[in-house]
């Protein structure tokens, strides 16, 4: 967020490296969809190499901003063979929102001018997956940990607790609420009214790599 020069001067069409700008919410899911399948079959086109960073070091032209949980299974850039300058992360527990992430988001659609805006949850996540031990329990964690489980539970409770596959269908409930949210977000509904902007929702697969979106 600081350093280089912002997006929005002028209409930039390339970055620094001379990569042309992805624009249209829809080329951005494709090229994230094109990259998650580079990505499972074993054929990225961006590795991590210091020259990648340094062609990007000039200024960026992002094409999304994808808010993932932070489990160390999940590096974004890598799931969707994105290089540097190419999409802005924001991760916590559980794809959980507070102001920072919100402002964030914002930030990357007013200032950055990302076309996308993606949600990505996975299976087994151990924030869904403590939030409904917690319920069932009645043991809800304090503090700050607690933030979490109150953020989710809503998506637990709209699934169920006696459904035996809550943690699963309580994760997607819980994609489908923050894109909701996200939709609310400064800025956010005048850019998508105006075509400018998308808000996804998807799932990752931690065996597979598989990027699912939902719809
Ligand atoms: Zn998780």
Redesign the pocket.
């Known amino acids: 967020m600081t350093g280089s020069s912002p997006a929005e001067q002028a209409a930039p069409v390339r970055d620094a490296s001379d990569r042309a700008r992805i624009v249209r919410p829809a080329d951005a899911l494709a090229e994230l969809i094109a990259g998650n399948r580079r990505f499972v079959s074993g054929r990225p086109q961006h590795g991590h190499e210091v020259s990648a960073a340094a062609a990007a070091s000039g200024g960026q032209l992002p094409h999304a901003v994808v808010l993932g949980?932070?489990?160390s299974r999940?590096p974004l850039e890598a799931i969707f063979d994105q290089t540097f300058g190419s999409i802005c992360v924001v991760r916590s527990?559980?794809?959980v929102v507070d102001r920072a992430v919100l402002g964030s988001i914002g930030f990357a659609v007013s200032a950055l001018r990302v076309p996308l805006i993606m949600v990505l949850?996975?299976v087994?996540?151990?924030?869904?997956d403590a939030t409904v031990q917690a319920l069932r329990d009645g043991d809800r964690p304090d503090g700050d940990v607690g933030y979490l489980v109150d953020e989710i539970a809503p998506a637990v409770q709209a699934v169920g607790l006696d459904d035996p596959e809550a943690p699963d269908k309580a994760m997607r409930a819980h994609v489908r609420r923050t894109v909701h949210r996200l939709r609310e977000v400064t800025g956010v509904p005048a850019a998508v009214a105006a075509g400018k902007v998308a808000v996804a929702g998807a799932v990752y697969d931690l065996d597979t790599g598989l990027v699912e979106l939902l719809t």
């Open positions: 949980c932070i489990d999940v527990g559980g794809h949850g996975h087994r996540c151990g924030a869904v």
